[in-house]
């Protein structure tokens, strides 16, 4: 299997096993496969934890040295404290939430407007949405807790609870150690995990005018900086390799599709180069919504090192407890718990650049005893003691100082607010917000970030179909036909036409868990085929 830029193999001996569908408790694979390779990030796991199998022989490769568990600024999957949304679960009904596929569906689609949302695939998203939950929780992954999220008309976004001290448990490490733990535990004498590999390209042939996958070509390195080419055959690939958010090579996506946010920071790490969609573009895999790239509204400022282009993230939580924005002037402008793309261009339009970034615009994000508490004491501290991403002020003359605004701005904003989301009776009528965490007024302390838009996700990428087969589209008939690429599929952040023009919060996991599950199940059928001697599409042979 293959993240980011990482790649993967799997080779099956003789056996037999009877492959389950996804959501039907852990599978059983055939064990009669030979060559099955994946590209993967977060959905690397899940694929891999699908289609493993009794006598199978896994490789697992990845571009860093350490797979996935990294403690850098910009780990996508395994430093996501996002969590993921679900709808009817155990967890909702216990809290009383009624929520349902319609509102999922709609929330997904109000949030995806002026993009391919694939009503197929935000379908199969929200059809296997309680499972992917209750899966994960198979493996002993808390999911226990509920948060609304921007966008969302109900609370569906499943978090883990903080640890006993209070600190937060940052919800993607938690999944990649669980599902590598069960791998090493269970599947130790088939997956091998192989670091400091680089996808180059797909390898493949044409038979009867069809272009078939029969594996990858990868770079590797050695400690000593040695570098070889390899290639691996494999009748089925599953691409998993994340998005572009980061890409600024030679050809870079970024700059082709949308260069008016290259200059922006971003959230993810320098691996987020969109390898797979580059590999995947030259065998003529449809891609869409390529230039709809997801700026996410908090992105936290370093005030020692406000120019790195790398932030960490700050959690759509710090707003879903309570906490407000105030620009330059001590005001309030925008609905805290709007969509991200709203609240983002919100910010840039308040025009208030940071000395040193570079140009990033920034806002602050001001939380009150009560929005601190909501978030966690102990979550916030990571953040402010640990990273020194916020600053405390012990009063309103304080937070006057820290924005370098007149005292009575602030005190004026904080009163109107303070009216409003005590009572919590009306909508805001600057704003329309209507959600009200907490009552935030004039009494401190303060804790304050610095926050700024950051390129967080690519909503573009390989168009899949809802067992996730990445697709091409024939332009020769009347109609544009799409067809399959046979062997080839995507999950996670890596394809498009899910998430259309804006991704909603929380359904960037799920989406991982959903489709890494199909496609490795997908595979795994694929492979089973082979091992009956039937042929793939063509009769062509690889492994």
Request: positive net charge.
């Amino acid at each position: 299997m293959v993240s980011g830029t990482h790649a993967a193999r799997l080779v099956l001996k003789k056996g037999h096993a009877k492959p389950a569908a996804p959501g039907r408790g852990r599978p059983r694979f055939p064990a009669r496969w030979r060559g099955m390779m994946a590209t993967a990030r977060g959905a690397r796991r899940l694929a891999s934890d699908e289609a493993g199998a009794p006598h199978a022989k896994l490789r697992v490769l990845r571009r860093a040295g350490r797979f996935l568990l990294r403690g850098a600024p910009g780990e996508c999957a395994a430093r996501s404290r996002e969590n993921g949304n679900a709808w009817g679960t155990a967890v909702q009904k216990a809290a009383g939430v009624h929520d349902s596929g319609e509102l999922f569906e709609k929330d997904t689609f109000a949030s995806g407007k002026g993009g391919s949302c694939q009503p197929e695939l935000v379908r199969t998203l929200s059809d296997h949405s309680a499972e992917a939950i209750e899966w994960l929780s198979s493996f002993g992954i808390p999911l226990t807790a509920l948060t609304q999220l921007g966008g969302a008309s109900r609370k569906r976004c499943h978090r883990a609870p903080d640890n006993p001290d209070g600190t937060p448990l940052p919800i993607g490490f938690t999944i990649v150690r669980a599902l590598e733990n069960y791998i090493r535990t269970n599947l130790s004498d088939i997956v091998r995990i192989e670091t400091n590999a680089r996808l180059i390209s797909l390898m493949h042939s044409k038979e009867d005018n069809a272009v078939v996958v029969q594996g990858i070509t990868y770079a590797t390195q050695t400690a000593s900086g040695e570098g070889k080419i390899r290639k691996l055959q494999a009748r089925a690939v599953i691409l998993a390799t994340g998005g572009f958010s980061n890409d600024h090579t030679a050809n870079s996506l970024l700059q082709q599709y949308a260069p008016q946010l290259s200059s922006f920071p971003t959230t993810n790490g320098v691996w987020a180069t969109g390898d797979g969609v580059k590999a995947a573009r030259e065998l003529g895999v449809e891609l869409v919504d390529m230039d709809k790239v997801q700026l996410h509204p908090t992105g936290l400022l370093d005030p020692k090192d406000p120019s790195n282009r790398t932030k960490y993230l700050g959690p759509e939580a710090l707003r879903g407890s309570g906490g407000v924005l105030l620009n330059k002037n001590g005001e309030r402008f925008v609905n805290e718990l709007d969509l991200r793309s709203v609240v983002s261009q919100a910010i840039i339009e308040q025009n208030n650049v940071y000395p040193g970034s570079g140009g990033s615009k920034f806002a602050y994000c001001v939380l009150n005893e009560a929005a601190a508490k909501l978030f966690g004491k102990n979550f916030l501290g990571f953040y402010w003691h640990r990273l020194g991403l916020f600053e405390k002020v012990e009063d309103v003359a304080g937070l006057a100082k820290l924005i370098g605004c007149p005292e009575e701005n602030v005190t004026a904003t904080l009163k109107e607010y303070k009216e409003l989301s005590s009572k919590k009776l009306h909508a805001c009528p600057l704003t329309n917000k209507n959600v009200f965490p907490c009552t935030l007024g004039t009494e401190g302390p303060y804790y304050v970030a610095f926050v700024t838009p950051s390129i967080h996700y690519t909503m573009g990428g390989c168009l899949i179909s809802p067992s996730a087969e990445m697709q091409t589209i024939d332009n020769t008939g009347v109609t544009p036909v799409r067809r399959p690429i046979p062997g080839l599929f995507g999950a996670g952040e890596v394809t498009g036409g899910v998430h259309g023009g804006n991704r909603l919060g929380g359904n960037s996991l799920l989406e991982c868990v959903v489709f890494g599950r199909i496609a490795g199940a997908r595979a795994a059928a694929i492979l089973q085929e082979g091992a009956a001697g039937l042929p793939l599409l063509g009769g062509g042979q690889a492994g």
